[in-house]
């Protein structure tokens, strides 16, 4: 079992910046693609931000294009996501995941068929 740690949540105003980390604690991100995930109630969880597992392709839906940034740091074995220009609209529990398929090359839609989850870091944007 793959363990997935998220951290880097909290209270913001509009406008401000959070950036968030995800480790996975005993085994390596290297091969493997990951993502970010918000939890949307009654819909389950909708990608924010995914990076293949060599950091060529990324997947920034439209509504975060611009301000949501994804990287994979390899060496300290630590995916980030950045969030500028928070809105009160990005308010959510924000998951990370590592894909379990090895090496997947490309990452549309954040289309993971099996991943290990996060417990979760809440993200709230107060307008």
């Known amino acids: 079992q793959v363990q997935v740690a998220e951290s880097g949540g909290g209270l913001v105003q509009a406008g401000e910046s959070l950036r968030l980390s995800c480790t996975t604690p005993?085994?390596?991100?290297?091969?493997?693609?990951m993502g970010w995930f918000r939890h949307v109630p009654g819909q389950g969880r909708e990608g924010r931000a995914c990076i293949d597992w060599n950091g060529r392709s990324t997947y920034i839906p439209d509504d975060v294009k611009g301000r949501f940034t994804v990287t994979k740091d390899n060496a300290n074995n630590t995916l980030y996501l950045q969030m500028n220009e928070l809105k009160p609209d990005d308010t959510g529990m924000y998951f990370c995941?590592?894909?379990?398929?090895?090496?997947?090359?490309?990452?549309?839609?954040?289309?993971?068929?099996?991943?290990?989850w996060g417990q979760g870091t809440q993200v709230t944007v107060s307008s």
């Open positions: 995941a590592r894909d379990r398929k090895f090496r997947r090359v490309g990452v549309r839609r954040c289309s993971f068929e099996s991943v290990y």
């Open positions: 005993g085994s390596s991100i290297d091969d493997y693609a």
